[in-house]
């Protein structure tokens, strides 16, 4: 089965620069998470997604950070504007009920953001 | 809040030997999954093994093996000959609902 897949590999912006993640996930798989991962850091959880619906928001800093999840397949993460510290690797994960006890998260391969 | 903590941040082997990497977490829930990732320079998370709370048994994949020990919440990762490919960054994490929560990792680096 195909994994998750995630674009672009690389980001390079400016502070106060817009920039957009996209990712998709496992075909099947219901719930869609974001990770944002700082350089020597575990993995932070930004949104949960069920379906098209927000699950958990709560890590997301809403003032600048923006995610959708139409249809609910694919999904965008939006920062807008960016800062220095929002340098990182954003991870997107996906899995289902049924099988995220055996397998966890499925994980893409990540979006590396470095904000100049 | 639960929370998971790995106090090595970087560890190395000789090709061939064993290493274990420890990781300890906190938790009031009964039933929940342990796992632990490995993260190469390519940043994909990789699941190498997970351990059901309520099983007793360790688990065991091949040349991988955890060391459960609920009372003291406590799951290290031992890796038996260990190989060149194996270096790459380690991950503990804690799921009891839907939701993965990450300690901070241990560099693994195999010399040969």
């Known amino acids: 089965e195909a994994g998750v897949a995630q674009s672009p590999r690389y980001k390079i912006i400016e502070k106060r620069q817009s920039v957009a993640f996209w990712c998709n996930p496992i075909?099947?798989?219901?719930?869609l998470y974001w990770y944002q991962q700082i350089l020597g850091q575990g993995p932070k959880l930004l949104i949960q997604f069920q379906n098209n619906g927000v699950v958990d928001d709560s890590q997301l800093p809403k003032d600048r950070f923006s995610a959708e999840r139409l249809k609910g397949v694919d999904s965008t993460l939006k920062i807008q504007p960016a800062k220095l510290e929002d340098s990182a690797v954003y991870l997107c994960a996906s899995t289902s009920p049924k099988t995220q006890g055996r397998y966890g998260y499925t994980f893409g391969s990540g979006t590396r953001l470095t904000v100049v | 809040a639960q929370t998971v903590t790995q106090s090595q941040p970087e560890m190395s082997v000789q090709e061939a030997e064993t290493v274990t990497l420890s990781c300890t977490y906190d938790t009031s829930e009964s039933n929940y999954y342990l796992f632990w990732y490995k993260q190469p320079p390519s940043r994909q998370m990789i699941l190498v093994i997970r351990?059901?709370?309520?099983?007793?048994q360790n688990a065991t994949e091949n040349r991988f093996s955890v060391n459960f020990q609920k009372a003291a919440k406590s799951f290290s990762l031992k890796i038996s000959d260990s190989q060149l490919g194996d270096t790459a960054m380690y991950f503990c994490a804690f799921m009891n609902t839907d939701k993965l929560i990450f300690g901070t990792g241990t560099r693994l680096q195999v010399f040969p």
């Open positions: 075909s099947g798989h219901a719930t």
């Open positions: 351990q059901e709370a309520y099983k007793q």
